[in-house]
């Protein structure tokens, strides 16, 4: 089988450990596996030329293409060639509308909400008279903000008063997401990683002495943990709630049981691999073969 890895990494730098991971495994299995960089790639509209190019010439035909959107700004821009690759037969995951919804934190609350998975108490506000009433529903302080699109922790800020609340706030901005700060969990959240309809990993993690946000990426620590079935249930319902083939869920024990934070369109593992030992790369890559054999059936 052909399989794509869809790289979203500047070309400034090298491809991704998860990315070359993948390759690696990919290759190992008897595969054809080749990372495509998102930068290369022309999106042509002309009765007489292919849809894309890569490097200047037609894309080759991939069976099935993995995509790492590591993006954090102008997502549909960047992801429009996902849905160009889409409209173009290929087969792609995650897909286009998927990773849409999981980038904005305010779109996955809204569609997890509608499916009544349990999430922290959340508020959207847009205006200044809004402030008092929104504070008592998510608890009072200490609270959470959340940038709208943002990863690693970075746009997730812990607000203790109003004072800070309010100096805080522009009002330059369309909205506003507040949310409830879970404390019960002191700072430990659990990284649910789901391929294929199943948990393949799951890991605690803990931030670090004097921060409340757990990412790996900010010195947060993790380690294997065993999962509830309950968590196992709503990490699956998160993911299948926002169609995506592949993900990670995080979720936090709280006073009256767990909630999701977010879910990652384009989760990194190689944190997971190291804790957990399991190796998610060939989950994936198994996943991706499944996905290609399937879909040609259907074809054919
Ligand atoms: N409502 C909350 N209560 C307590 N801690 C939170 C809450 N939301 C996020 N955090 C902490 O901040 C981290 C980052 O938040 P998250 O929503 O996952 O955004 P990001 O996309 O930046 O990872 C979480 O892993 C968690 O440790
Ligand atoms: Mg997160």
New binding site residues.
């Given amino acids: 089988m052909k399989i794509g890895i869809l790289s979203y990494r500047s070309l400034r730098n090298r491809a991704s450990e998860e990315e070359i991971e993948l390759k690696k495994i990919a290759r190992s299995m008897g595969h054809t596996c080749r990372i495509f960089r998102s930068q290369r790639f022309q999106m042509v509209y002309d009765q007489d030329s292919p849809w894309l190019l890569y490097d200047g010439k037609p894309f080759p035909s991939y069976d099935v293409i993995i995509a790492r959107p590591s993006i954090l700004s102008n997502v549909d821009l960047h992801i429009s060639l996902i849905e160009q690759m889409e409209m173009a037969g290929l087969l792609v995951f995650n897909q286009y509308e998927p990773i849409l919804k999981a980038k904005n934190?305010v779109k996955t609350m809204q569609i997890l909400d509608h499916y009544g998975i349990p999430i922290?108490k959340t508020v959207v506000i847009r205006r200044p008279e809004d402030l008092k009433q929104a504070v008592e529903k998510v608890g009072g302080f200490p609270l959470?903000f959340?940038q709208p699109v943002?990863?690693?922790?970075?746009?997730?800020v812990?607000l203790e008063s109003m004072r800070a609340l309010k100096s805080f706030l522009l009002w330059d901005s369309p909205l506003y997401l507040l949310?409830?700060?879970?404390?019960y969990?002191k700072?430990?959240?659990i990284r649910i990683f789901v391929v294929n309809g199943k948990v393949v990993g799951s890991m605690m993690?803990a931030?670090p002495r004097g921060e409340?946000?757990?990412?790996i990426e900010l010195g947060?620590v993790g380690r294997p943990c065993e999962i509830t079935e309950e968590e196992v249930s709503i990490a699956l319902r998160s993911i299948q709630a926002l169609d995506l083939n592949y993900g990670g869920v995080?979720v936090?024990r709280g006073k009256d049981g767990p909630?999701v934070?977010?879910v990652?369109s384009n989760p990194g593992f190689k944190a997971l691999e190291k804790a957990t030992g399991v190796n998610i790369a060939a989950s994936i890559i198994e996943y991706a073969i499944e996905y290609g054999e399937r879909h040609r059936q259907f074809m054919i």
């Fill in positions: 934190k922290p959470i959340k943002g990863s690693f922790g970075a746009g997730v812990i949310q409830q700060y879970v404390k969990s700072g430990k959240d993690r931030a409340f946000r757990s990412n947060g995080d936090m909630v934070l977010e990652n």
